[in-house]
Antibody, heavy 116, light 108 residues
Framework: QMHLVESGGGLVKPGGSLRLSCAVSGLTFRDSHMSWIRQTAGKGLEWVSYIGTSDGTIYQADSVKGRFTISRDNAKNSLYLQMNSLRAEDTAVYYC?????????WGQGALVTVSS | EIVLTQSPGTLSLSPGERATLSCRASQSVSNSYLAWYQQKPGQAPRLLIYGATDRATGIPDRFFGSQSGTDFTLTISRLEPEDTAVYFCQQYGTSPRTFGQGTKVEIK
C-alpha cells in the first residue's frame, strides 16, 4: 500500500506562486511514476503534470506549460509542484497520484485558491 | 485530445438494482486504455477498472467493465448503499490523459 499526503495549499493572489509537496510512504517511491491531477467543480478532473522515475522525463498540460514545474526528491520520498504566475482558473484541489497511464494511488488533495 | 462523454449525469437506483454507466470517446482509445474511478464525497478518486475490463486490487466483482468500439460501460450489479459516489472514466491511450465529467450514482 502506498500513502500520499499533499501539503502547501492555500490562498494566493493572481500572479503569485505556491509550492505543493507530496510525501510518499509505503512503496518504493523511486520506482514510481508520479503525476499531479487537479479537480474543479466546473471542469472536473484534469491531468496537470507527470514525472518519470529517474530519467528526467516530464510532461505537462498545455494549460500550465511555462508556469508550473514538477520535480521529485527520491531521497526524501517527495514529489513537488512549483506553481508560478497563478491565475484564477488554477483554483482547484490538487492531487498527487502514482502512475503515468492510470492512477492507482492518490493523496487526499490540497486546495489551492487563487483570488485577490 | 480525446474527449470522453459520460452519461447519464445522474442515476438514482434502489439497493440490489443494477447500474449501467456509459463513457463514449470522441475517437478510438488505443489498446483499450480506459480506466474507471469511484469518488465519494470528500475523498480522492479510487481506481476501479483499468484496461477497460480489469478490476483493480480489492475491487469486488460487482464492478464490471466492458467495451464496444469507442463506447465503454461500467456496470455495477447488486447496488449497495456504499456505492453512492461519482464515477469517472479516464483514457490513457494518448496524451494528454483525459477524464470524463462523471456520473453521479445515488442509492434511494
Amino acid at each position: 500500500q502506498m500513502h500520499l499526503v499533499e501539503s502547501g495549499g492555500g490562498l494566493v493572489k493572481p500572479g503569485g506562486s505556491l509550492r505543493l509537496s507530496c510525501a510518499v510512504s509505503g512503496l518504493t517511491f523511486r520506482d514510481s511514476h508520479m503525476s499531479w491531477i487537479r479537480q474543479t467543480a466546473g471542469k472536473g478532473l484534469e491531468w496537470v503534470s507527470y514525472i518519470g522515475t529517474s530519467d528526467g522525463t516530464i510532461y505537462q498540460a498545455d494549460s500550465v506549460k511555462g508556469r508550473f514545474t514538477i520535480s521529485r526528491d527520491n531521497a526524501k520520498n517527495s514529489l513537488y509542484l512549483q506553481m508560478n504566475s497563478l491565475r484564477a482558473e488554477d483554483t482547484a484541489v490538487y492531487y498527487c497520484a502514482r502512475g503515468s497511464h492510470f492512477f492507482d494511488y492518490w493523496g487526499q488533495g490540497a486546495l489551492v485558491t487563487v483570488s485577490s | 485530445e480525446i474527449v470522453l462523454t459520460q452519461s447519464p449525469g445522474t442515476l438514482s437506483l434502489s439497493p440490489g438494482e443494477r447500474a449501467t454507466l456509459s463513457c463514449r470517446a470522441s475517437q478510438s482509445v488505443s489498446n483499450s486504455y480506459l480506466a474507471w474511478y469511484q469518488q465519494k464525497p470528500g475523498q480522492a478518486p479510487r481506481l476501479l477498472i483499468y484496461g477497460a475490463t480489469d478490476r483493480a486490487t480489492g475491487i469486488p466483482d460487482r464492478f464490471f467493465g466492458s467495451q464496444s468500439g469507442t463506447d465503454f460501460t461500467l456496470t455495477i450489479s447488486r447496488l449497495e448503499p456504499e456505492d453512492t459516489a461519482v464515477y469517472f472514466c479516464q483514457q490513457y491511450g494518448t496524451s494528454p490523459r483525459t477524464f470524463g465529467q462523471g456520473t453521479k450514482v445515488e442509492i434511494k
